[in-house]
């Protein structure tokens, strides 16, 4: 037996001892509550009390929600280390949800750890691989065909290692997770940087990489740098055409795409019961566009409201029994940051272009697009996606479309709504919202992530045409959506994305400007309206959720040697114990460079299961400081000019390292490892830049690479393309301490400067080891 197995089982053990003795008839009766009615687990209330006690008698103060539900979850609760933004947390997660893009690498990792099954409950979710064409049923028709092999390994895969697995054209995962799985103290990882979704339903759901589920599933503690805590205190409640996106709309606008780096926003104050469960949904699932770690709010009526309507009644009620101690913030408790919003008087937002943080009031939007030169006609309205397709979003985009039809109106442009889940679906054509869409002018697309992610055949423009369009969803990064990199995308609500599509125009502003209807008489549109749950309960739809055989043992997982699509890992090599000398640079990139940029998602997402296939996207999108264009580098063993990823796999053969130099916040955007992967898997060593986005930056750890900061930032400008890199005294390698490195220019002429980092003694092994994964073999082989 290795010695993962044996701590399991140790585990498992243990707590059942732990519930046989102490246990109050409050904690007796949540934990006889199944976690979903999926799960045979029940709720860790008991656990969390008892945790949340030691941590109180250590600390000796107030505590903020997100702390009570993040300390709770300590492996080791009486001796971990707890300093805000300091210390490193050792956290014991109750799940771990996969979407199918992500999942084939974790899973595909976690096969090679040698486990027979995963440790907590996981779950995988088809969303990602459905491309929007036509419409949702023959889109969902092609996928199935196209995606079959990836489908198949998933489900397998899933049935073979006790992951439960919800089918294509079951929705959206963060969609299904709020409908199923999230609940009022839940610790989650999601392999989806939208995974803080959950924390509309009370629960800590944050977004990592594949490698960071394989630890969880593997029934190690996953490790997390104690968060700092943002307050937001809300005020106040929301009119007219104001909606929840606007709340986050706004705070993106305080805190920029990196303000929530390193900390959990935690919103709080009387104006939270004003906001709708799933309206509390949108604003946490945004938080990953101001790169925190995650978001939440505290338990309430409106949650219970939807754990009920979602037929979870009983955790709700368990979930009041404990709000006092666990789900509620503590009198007195500090904050890192506080911010203050009124919601009365927040105006609704538009933000955008190119970035999820340049925030537009509706009532300047005009002027700025004006004085931008952004092209102000509309080409294309979308709505849905996991941050807006709840009922209450399409009910009342419903009043808006039904009532521009009322005076002889329709949408003038394309407008397209992206169902959350199933269960949404079949709501909204039972209840004929889905039918005023497509009287309106609508095409209703399957029930997936499509255009948000790039997942958009999208015809009307040409690629490089300058055009604007609008979207509910929750970034709009340079050709996010449809690999157009002129293509203009504006961030805003579902309500003012259907009004706009009205006028298709980005000066019209419907809470103020009258429209002209089809009969020559101007009306205003009426502030919209919408029933915050169905009054007739949710319709399922299809079943669409296939739960793993209590014994997967004989269940084979087959991966085609020739297959293009799907790729066994190879173990990567293991540090020699030697300094990196004489590095080369790959690229040095200028400005922005988000995942995206490093590994591009729309097309390529058919690889996310072949490592070496996948890794022909490096830095397709990024911007070569030395030239200014885009997957454009010299190859420096020859002085030719060629693409970035085959200049990296020259670099390779020839066995020679190279780092990547990049700028502020890099690699921020989606949870994607793959942008960590494919590096490492072309010969990189190191990643050099001025900041690192929270996600990426682990991801680099868990891969092996070494992910170093300028200890000065403006010595990124002392460094060439044309340089070679040394880091030097790596035998050396601690926590804490700077790496020196050597710039040697072309010149001969060398420069020595400091890079930062941020490995604990842990993360200092998986370099040494070659990567994580490796170093979970050499303990699972005996090996100190």
Same mark, same amino acid.
């Given at each position: 037996?290795?010695?993962?197995?044996?701590?399991? &089982?140790?585990?498992?053990?243990?707590?059942?001892?732990?519930?046989?003795?102490?246990?109050?008839?409050?904690?007796?009766?949540?934990?006889?509550?199944?976690?979903?009615?999926?799960?045979?687990?029940? #709720?860790?209330?008991?656990?969390?009390?008892? *945790?949340?006690?030691?941590?109180?008698?250590?600390?000796?103060?107030?505590?903020?929600?997100?702390?009570?539900?993040?300390?709770?979850?300590?492996?080791?609760?009486?001796?971990?280390?707890?300093?805000?933004?300091?210390?490193?947390?050792?956290?014991?997660?109750?799940?771990?949800?996969?979407?199918?893009?992500?999942?084939?690498?974790?899973?595909?990792?976690?096969?090679?750890?040698?486990?027979?099954?995963? /440790?907590?409950?996981?779950?995988?979710?088809?969303?990602?691989?459905?491309?929007?064409?036509?419409?949702?049923?023959?889109?969902?028709?092609?996928?199935?065909?196209?995606?079959?092999?990836?489908?198949?390994?998933?489900?397998?895969?899933?049935?073979?290692?006790?992951? =439960?697995?919800?089918?294509?054209?079951?929705?959206?995962?963060?969609?299904?997770?709020?409908?199923?799985? /999230?609940?009022?103290?839940?610790?989650?990882?999601?392999?989806?940087?939208?995974?803080?979704?959950?924390?509309?339903?009370?629960?800590?759901?944050?977004?990592?990489?594949?490698?960071?589920?394989?630890?969880?599933?593997?029934?190690?503690?996953?490790?997390?740098?104690?968060?700092? %805590?943002?307050?937001?205190?809300?005020?106040?409640?929301?009119?007219?055409?104001?909606?929840?996106?606007?709340?986050?709309?706004?705070?993106?606008?305080?805190?920029?795409?990196?303000?929530?780096?390193?900390?959990?926003?935690?919103?709080?104050?009387?104006?939270?019961?004003?906001?709708?469960?799933?309206?509390?949904?949108? &604003?946490?699932?945004?938080?990953?566009?101001?790169?925190?770690?995650?978001?939440?709010?505290?338990?309430?009526?409106?949650?219970?409201?939807?754990?009920?309507?979602?037929?979870?009644?009983?955790?709700?009620?368990?979930?009041?029994?404990?709000?006092?101690?666990?789900?509620?913030?503590?009198?007195?408790?500090?904050?890192?940051?506080?911010?203050?919003?009124?919601?009365?008087?927040? @105006?609704?937002?538009?933000?955008?272009?190119?970035?999820?943080?340049?925030?537009?009031?509706?009532?300047?939007?005009?002027?700025?697009?004006?004085?931008?030169?952004?092209? $102000?006609?509309?080409?294309?309205?979308?709505?849905?996606?996991?941050? *807006?397709?709840?009922?209450?979003?399409?009910?009342?985009?419903?009043?808006?479309?039904?009532?521009?039809?009322?005076?002889?109106?329709?949408?003038?442009?394309?407008?397209?709504?992206?169902?959350?889940?199933?269960?949404?679906?079949?709501?909204?054509?039972?209840?004929?919202?889905?039918?005023?869409?497509?009287?309106?002018?609508?095409?209703?697309?399957?029930?997936?992530?499509?255009?948000?992610?790039?997942?958009?055949?999208?015809?009307?423009?040409?690629?490089?045409?300058?055009?604007?369009?609008? $979207?509910?969803?929750?970034?709009?990064?340079?050709?996010?959506?449809?690999?157009?990199?002129?293509?203009?995308?504006?961030?805003?609500?579902?309500?003012?994305? $259907?009004?706009?599509?009205?006028?298709?125009?980005?000066?019209?502003?419907?809470?103020?400007?009258?429209?002209?209807?089809?009969?020559?008489?101007?009306?205003? #549109?009426?502030?919209?309206?919408?029933?915050?749950?169905?009054?007739?309960?949710?319709?399922?739809?299809?079943?669409?959720?296939?739960?793993?055989?209590?014994?997967?043992?004989?269940?084979?997982?087959?991966?085609?040697?020739?297959?293009?699509?799907?790729?066994?890992?190879?173990?990567?090599?293991?540090?020699?114990?030697?300094?990196?000398?004489?590095?080369?640079?790959?690229?040095?990139?200028?400005?922005?460079?988000?995942?995206?940029?490093?590994?591009?998602?729309?097309?390529?997402?058919?690889?996310?299961?072949?490592?070496?296939?996948?890794? *022909? *996207?490096?830095?397709?999108?990024?911007?070569?400081?030395?030239?200014?264009?885009?997957?454009?580098?010299?190859?420096?063993?020859?002085?030719?000019?060629?693409?970035?990823?085959?200049?990296?796999?020259?670099?390779?053969?020839?066995?020679?390292?190279?780092?990547? %130099?990049?700028?502020?916040?890099?690699? !921020?955007?989606?949870? +994607? @490892?793959?942008?960590?992967?494919?590096?490492?898997?072309?010969?990189?060593?190191?990643?050099?830049?001025?900041?690192?986005?929270?996600?990426?930056?682990?991801?680099?750890?868990?891969?092996?690479?070494?992910?170093?900061?300028?200890?000065?930032?403006?010595?990124?400008?002392?460094?060439?393309?044309?340089? +070679?890199?040394?880091?030097?005294?790596?035998?050396?390698?601690?926590?804490?301490?700077?790496?020196?490195?050597?710039?040697?220019?072309?010149?001969?002429? $060398?420069?020595?400067?400091?890079?930062?980092?941020?490995?604990?003694?842990?993360?200092? !092994?998986?370099?040494?080891?070659?990567? /994580?994964?490796?170093?979970?073999?050499?303990?699972?082989? =005996?090996?100190?």
């Amino acid at each position: 037996m290795g010695i993962l197995q044996y701590r399991t &089982i140790n585990c498992l053990i243990s707590m059942k001892v732990q519930r046989c003795f102490h246990v109050s008839p409050l904690a007796a009766a949540s934990s006889q509550v199944p976690l979903s009615k999926f799960d045979k687990t029940c #709720l860790p209330y008991e656990k969390l009390e008892k *945790n949340l006690k030691i941590v109180r008698d250590r600390l000796k103060r107030p505590l903020t929600l997100s702390e009570k539900v993040l300390y709770s979850h300590l492996d080791d609760p009486l001796n971990q280390e707890i300093v805000r933004g300091i210390s490193y947390l050792r956290l014991r997660p109750d799940r771990v949800a996969m979407q199918d893009a992500t999942a084939q690498m974790a899973m595909l990792q976690f096969i090679s750890s040698g486990l027979p099954r995963v /440790a907590v409950p996981s779950t995988i979710h088809c969303d990602h691989l459905i491309q929007a064409q036509v419409g949702g049923e023959k889109d969902l028709k092609r996928a199935k065909d196209i995606n079959k092999e990836v489908y198949n390994f998933l489900q397998t895969a899933g049935a073979k290692y006790g992951v =439960g697995f919800w089918k294509p054209g079951s929705g959206i995962i963060h969609q299904i997770i709020l409908e199923n799985y /999230a609940f009022p103290g839940l610790l989650m990882i999601g392999t989806d940087s939208h995974t803080p979704n959950g924390g509309g339903l009370g629960g800590l759901c944050i977004g990592v990489g594949g490698a960071d589920a394989v630890d969880v599933m593997a029934d190690i503690p996953w490790e997390l740098k104690c968060p700092k %805590v943002i307050g937001v205190k809300l005020s106040g409640s929301l009119k007219g055409w104001t909606s929840p996106k606007d709340i986050i709309l706004k705070v993106a606008d305080i805190l920029t795409v990196k303000g929530g780096t390193g900390a959990i926003i935690e919103y709080h104050g009387p104006g939270v019961d004003n906001i709708s469960c799933t309206g509390m949904g949108t &604003i946490c699932n945004m938080g990953a566009e101001i790169g925190a770690t995650t978001s939440i709010f505290p338990f309430n009526k409106r949650m219970k409201d939807y754990l009920n309507s979602t037929n979870r009644s009983k955790i709700g009620d368990a979930a009041e029994q404990h709000r006092p101690t666990l789900f509620t913030p503590d009198v007195g408790c500090e904050y890192d940051q506080l911010i203050e919003l009124d919601l009365s008087s927040l @105006e609704p937002h538009i933000n955008g272009p190119f970035t999820p943080d340049l925030a537009h009031p509706i009532s300047k939007l005009k002027q700025s697009a004006e004085i931008a030169g952004w092209p $102000t006609d509309i080409k294309v309205s979308l709505i849905g996606s996991c941050t *807006n397709s709840s009922y209450e979003d399409m009910a009342r985009c419903a009043n808006i479309a039904k009532e521009a039809m009322a005076h002889g109106l329709k949408s003038k442009i394309p407008f397209n709504i992206t169902p959350g889940s199933e269960q949404i679906r079949a709501t909204i054509e039972r209840d004929g919202i889905a039918d005023i869409f497509r009287k309106f002018g609508g095409t209703v697309l399957a029930n997936a992530c499509g255009p948000c992610i790039g997942q958009w055949d999208r015809k009307d423009v040409k690629k490089g045409e300058k055009n604007t369009i609008v $979207t509910s969803y929750n970034r709009n990064f340079t050709g996010r959506n449809d690999a157009n990199p002129a293509t203009h995308c504006f961030v805003t609500s579902p309500e003012m994305c $259907t009004a706009l599509a009205i006028e298709a125009s980005l000066n019209f502003n419907p809470t103020n400007d009258k429209i002209k209807g089809a009969n020559g008489k101007e009306f205003k #549109l009426s502030d919209p309206f919408g029933d915050e749950l169905p009054v007739r309960g949710f319709d399922p739809g299809q079943d669409t959720y296939q739960e793993p055989p209590e014994d997967g043992s004989s269940v084979n997982v087959i991966v085609d040697s020739k297959s293009e699509r799907l790729q066994l890992l190879e173990p990567f090599d293991v540090w020699d114990g030697k300094d990196l000398i004489d590095m080369r640079i790959l690229i040095k990139v200028k400005g922005k460079c988000t995942t995206d940029h490093i590994s591009a998602a729309g097309p390529w997402l058919k690889f996310r299961g072949h490592l070496d296939n996948i890794s *022909n *996207n490096l830095f397709l999108t990024a911007t070569n400081a030395e030239n200014g264009e885009l997957n454009k580098v010299k190859n420096r063993l020859n002085n030719t000019w060629g693409t970035v990823p085959e200049v990296a796999r020259a670099y390779k053969a020839a066995s020679e390292k190279w780092v990547a %130099v990049g700028d502020e916040n890099y690699g !921020e955007g989606s949870s +994607r @490892e793959h942008a960590a992967l494919e590096p490492r898997h072309l010969g990189g060593r190191a990643i050099i830049v001025k900041s690192f986005a929270r996600i990426h930056e682990t991801n680099l750890k868990k891969q092996g690479l070494l992910p170093l900061t300028f200890a000065e930032p403006t010595d990124y400008d002392k460094i060439q393309p044309t340089d +070679r890199i040394s880091l030097v005294g790596l035998k050396d390698l601690a926590p804490g301490k700077p790496v020196k490195c050597i710039i040697k220019h072309e010149s001969g002429t $060398t420069e020595e400067i400091l890079l930062n980092h941020t490995l604990n003694e842990q993360q200092i !092994e998986w370099f040494k080891a070659g990567s /994580a994964l490796n170093r979970m073999k050499q303990l699972a082989a =005996g090996k100190k």
